[in-house]
T-cell receptor
Framework: AQSVTQLGSHVSVSEGALVLLRCNYSSSVPPYLFWYVQYPNQGLQLLLKYTSAATLVKGINGFEAEFKKSETSFHLTKPSAHMSDAAEYFCAVSNTDKLIFGTGTRLQVFP | DAGVIQSPRHEVTEMGQEVTLRCKPISGHNSLFWYRQTMMRGLELLIYFNNNVPIDDSGMPEDRFSAKMPNASFSTLKIQPSEPRDSAVYFC????????????FGQGTRLTVV
C-alpha cells in the first residue's frame, strides 16, 4: 500500500530563513508525488507535483521539491520564508486514481 | 471554470438529523473525491468516483454515511443520522482521473453536530 510520512507536525522559521518540510513515501511502484498547501479556512491548493520527469520540481510561490529515490524522499524547500507562507502543507502520493495524504505540517513564520 | 463548488460552506445540525453535503466538480473532470478533515485524523479519503461510478468506498466510516453521483456534474454525501463525532470539514475534489494529475479541491463544508 502507498503512504507518505511527514516528519514534524509543526515547523517554525524566521522570515527570510530556509524552509524545509520533510516527506518520505512508501510505494511499490514509481509514485507520483504532490505537495499541497492549505491556508486557514480554505481548501487545498497544489504547490507542485512530481511525475517522473525532472527530479527537481519547481512550484508556485518559490517552493521546490527534490525526488530522491534512494532516500524515498520528496522534501519541500524554499530558500527564504515569507510571512505569507504560514499555512499547513500536505505531501501526497498517487499511482492510481486517488491521492493519499500525509498528516500535514503546520509552518509558522516569525518576523 | 469556477472550480469545485461545495455547499453549504457551514452546517450546524442537531444529533440525529440528516445532513446532505453537495459538490459540483470541475467540468470535464472524470474523478470525484470526498475527504474528511479533523484535527485528530487529518485528511481521510472517504470515497471516490470515476465516471460517476463509486470505485473505492473503503474509507466511509460506517453505514450512516452514503454518497451518490447521479451525473457528471453533481455529487452528494449524506450522513443519517448524524452524530457529534461527525463534526469535521468535508472536502470535495475532482481530477481528470489519471493518477498523475492533481486533484482540485473545493472550499469545504464545515459540519458541526451538536
Amino acid at each position: 500500500a502507498q503512504s507518505v510520512t511527514q516528519l514534524g507536525s509543526h515547523v517554525s522559521v524566521s522570515e527570510g530563513a530556509l524552509v524545509l518540510l520533510r516527506c518520505n513515501y512508501s510505494s511499490s511502484v514509481p509514485p507520483y508525488l504532490f505537495w499541497y498547501v492549505q491556508y486557514p479556512n480554505q481548501g487545498l491548493q497544489l504547490l507542485l507535483k512530481y511525475t517522473s520527469a525532472a527530479t527537481l520540481v519547481k512550484g508556485i510561490n518559490g517552493f521546490e521539491a527534490e525526488f530522491k529515490k534512494s532516500e524515498t524522499s520528496f522534501h519541500l524547500t524554499k530558500p527564504s520564508a515569507h510571512m505569507s507562507d504560514a499555512a499547513e502543507y500536505f505531501c501526497a502520493v498517487s499511482n492510481t486514481d486517488k491521492l493519499i495524504f500525509g498528516t500535514g505540517t503546520r509552518l509558522q513564520v516569525f518576523p | 471554470d469556477a472550480g469545485v463548488i461545495q455547499s453549504p460552506r457551514h452546517e450546524v445540525t442537531e444529533m440525529g438529523q440528516e445532513v446532505t453535503l453537495r459538490c459540483k466538480p470541475i467540468s470535464g473532470h472524470n474523478s470525484l473525491f470526498w475527504y474528511r478533515q479533523t484535527m485528530m485524523r487529518g485528511l481521510e479519503l472517504l470515497i471516490y468516483f470515476n465516471n460517476n461510478v463509486p470505485i473505492d468506498d473503503s474509507g466511509m466510516p460506517e453505514d450512516r454515511f452514503s454518497a451518490k453521483m447521479p451525473n457528471a456534474s453533481f455529487s452528494t454525501l449524506k450522513i443519517q443520522p448524524s452524530e457529534p463525532r461527525d463534526s469535521a470539514v468535508y472536502f470535495c475534489a475532482s481530477s481528470l482521473g489519471e493518477g498523475y494529475t492533481e486533484a482540485f479541491f473545493g472550499q469545504g463544508t464545515r459540519l458541526t453536530v451538536v
